[in-house]
């Protein structure tokens, strides 16, 4: 979650998040047997949309008129990094998803801490490990369930105990906590950030403790992440176009949403027949991984401007 969400939509997120916690200590089955639809609808809603004006971010960086050159250079190259990075998936699974952690960790970091200024080597580490730390927790945190996932789409089995991946993400958290005290004491932050970003570790760690894979990682990746980045977004091309709003936000997300759709009900349709012997949710990671690759190198050049 970024400073540029507003005050009140930030006060909603937070309440939804502790909302949820409070449901996964207090329902703990229902939200694991409801893990898949919440997924499915905050995928649809926020999380699909949020990548889907990549070709605005596009036009945004080159900052000219676009020639039907242009444009087919865009998609041409967009695609093929979706299908190139498919085909990697299949050949070395393991270093595929090693590589999809780690620009995940990194972007949402960026995402995180995008209006503070560093030196690139700094900014690159408390990136990084802020998007562990919002990785780590569904996944350390529910090492029993997350670790089927890891096994079925890298070939590996991973034999760390539940005790030592959870240790893990709690050493995570410390770092975290100690970069935003660094921080401060360096004045790159105020103590009123110093105070809400203390505020973001708890609220989501609770969410991750509480609340079963799925259902952390959906509610972060759509409410901190992704409607973050959305309403950074807006903001921007209202600068450029004053009456721009969420509803054209969403009419310029429309075809390239139908598209990841379309995708993504293949997917779902063709799996049995395709990896019959692979969980739909490691099918479903793999297919996230594909369609986020282009966009985190996006963002992160739109970044520079």
């Given amino acids: 979650m970024s400073a540029n969400m507003s005050s009140r939509l930030a006060g909603l997120v937070i309440f939804t998040t502790l909302l949820f916690a409070f449901l996964g200590w207090l329902l703990p089955d229902f939200l694991r047997n409801a893990q898949l639809p919440i997924l499915g609808l905050l995928l649809v809603s926020i999380g699909l949309p949020h990548g889907a ?9 080159t900052s000219a008129k676009l020639t039907r050159k242009h444009i087919l250079k865009f998609f041409i190259i967009y695609i093929s990094a979706v299908v190139g990075f498919m085909l990697l998936w299949l050949i070395l699974p393991l270093f595929s998803f090693l590589l999809f952690i ?47 996932v890891i096994g079925q789409i890298t070939g590996y089995v991973i034999n760390f105990s539940k005790e030592v991946m959870a240790l893990s993400q709690l050493v995570l958290i410390a770092l975290n906590l100690a970069i935003i005290l660094i921080l401060k004491y ?10 809400i970003e203390v505020i973001k570790i708890g609220v989501l760690s609770l969410l991750f403790y509480f609340t079963p894979m799925l259902v952390g990682f959906s509610l972060y990746f759509a409410l901190w992440h992704s409607l973050s980045s959305l309403n950074s977004q807006i903001l921007f091309y209202k600068k450029l176009w004053p009456n721009f709003n969420v509803i054209h936000y969403y009419r310029q997300a429309a075809p390239f949403t139908f598209l990841a759709l379309v995708g993504l009900v293949m997917m779902i349709y063709g799996h049995p027949y395709v990896l019959p012997n692979v969980s739909i949710i490691s ?23």
């Fill in 186 to 195: 360096n004045l790159k932050i105020s103590y009123s950030q110093l105070k």
């Fill in 283 to 305: 099918t479903f990671v793999v297919f996230i991984a594909c369609i986020t690759l282009p966009h985190v190198f996006l963002i992160d050049e739109s970044y520079q401007y």
């Fill in 53 to 61: 004006t990549d070709f605005l971010l596009f036009k945004r960086i």
């Fill in 102 to 148: 780690l620009i995940s960790a990194y972007h949402f970091g960026q995402s995180n801490w995008e209006n503070i200024v560093l030196a690139k080597k700094y900014d690159v580490l408390i990136n990084l490990f802020w998007g562990a730390f919002a990785i780590g927790g569904p996944i350390l945190w529910h090492w029993e369930e997350s670790s089927v």
